[in-house]
């Protein structure tokens, strides 16, 4: 455990631990917080962080160009599955791009912030998650619980979080070691995990269009199929019919 720095609150674990990178600390240092005050999801959104929750960032400096690693979320996404299945006996699913799924709810969810160089290589990246483990149904607001859910809730056990954290973090270097040498066989399994594939969904942006999500490809974008078009979905959010609210 000596790679994981722990602290009781934080303004943001990823804010924590660019700093940390920034001042030079190695790939795979870690920092979890029992509660963060400012949390960060994507594109902007706050995520709220309460104690009982697990919020880990891991700096990781991959060797090579950014350009290569388009794919280090969803990679970071099936090695997360695989460290909640290892510890807690459950398999969640992904929602394409970032988020943990379990019983059609979010359980968790990834920010990637990379730091590139000028030549494009990359400096480190900070990969956070924040997964909901301890709290019960019943610490979340009637609108969030339609919506989100937590380990306890799924399983009935309380969850170690710093011994899930430690695995997290171990399989998040070894997945980083191996995400291009490995990338077909880690994108194959995302594929598979992915509960985003052959549903409708509803791309958003500034024309947001319905449309069928067909496959994911080697570098993470969604392929969809609309009105007999097909189109790659790169970045940005989709909502998945029959996930978290959206009929
Ligand atoms: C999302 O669902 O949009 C991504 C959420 C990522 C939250 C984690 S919690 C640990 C790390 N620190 C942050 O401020 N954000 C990430």
């Not at 994507?42 to 388009?70: C, D, H, K, N, T």
């Not at 699913?93 to 968790?108: C, Q, R, Y």
């Given at each position: 455990m000596e790679n994981v720095i722990l602290l009781d609150s934080v303004t943001s674990t990823n804010d924590h631990a660019?700093?940390?990178?920034?001042?030079?600390?190695?790939?795979?240092?870690?920092?979890?917080?029992?509660?963060?005050?400012?949390?960060?999801?994507?594109?902007?959104?706050?995520?709220?962080?309460?104690?009982?929750?697990?919020?880990?960032?891991?700096?990781?400096?991959?060797?090579?160009?950014?350009?290569?690693?388009?794919?280090?979320?969803?990679?970071?996404?099936?090695?997360?599955?695989?460290a909640v299945e290892e510890v807690c006996g459950v398999r969640p699913?992904?929602?394409?791009?970032?988020?943990?799924?379990?019983?059609?709810?979010?359980?968790?969810g990834i920010l990637t912030e990379l730091s590139i160089r000028a030549d494009g290589s990359v400096d480190y990246a900070v990969c956070g998650?924040?997964?909901?483990?301890?709290?019960?149904?019943?610490?979340?607001?009637?609108?969030?619980?339609?919506?989100?859910?937590?380990?306890l809730a799924q399983t009935g056990r309380e969850t170690d979080v710093v011994c899930l954290a430690e695995?997290?973090?171990?399989?998040?270097?070894?997945?980083?070691?191996?995400?291009?040498?490995?990338?077909?066989?880690?994108?194959?399994?995302?594929?598979?995990d992915c509960v985003t594939l052959g549903r409708q969904v509803r791309v958003l942006g500034k024309e947001p269009y319905e449309a069928t999500a067909l496959d994911v490809d080697d570098d993470g974008a969604l392929v969809v199929e609309t009105g007999g078009q097909m189109r790659r979905v790169q970045s940005g959010e989709v909502s998945v019919r029959g996930l978290w609210g959206y009929v």
């Open positions: 660019k700093n940390l990178a920034a001042a030079g600390k190695p790939h795979g240092t870690a920092v979890l917080a029992r509660q963060q005050t400012a949390g960060r999801g994507r594109m902007g959104r706050s995520f709220l962080s309460p104690e009982g929750g697990l919020y880990l960032s891991v700096i990781l400096r991959p060797q090579v160009p950014a350009a290569e690693l388009l794919h280090l979320t969803p990679v970071l996404a099936v090695s997360a599955c695989d699913g992904v929602k394409w791009i970032n988020d943990l799924v379990l019983e059609k709810k979010k359980l968790a998650i924040g997964m909901n483990c301890n709290a019960p149904d019943s610490a979340f607001s009637p609108d969030v619980r339609e919506l989100a859910t937590s380990l695995k997290l973090r171990q399989r998040w270097v070894q997945a980083c070691d191996t995400a291009i040498i490995s990338k077909t066989e880690h994108m194959d399994r995302y594929r598979r």
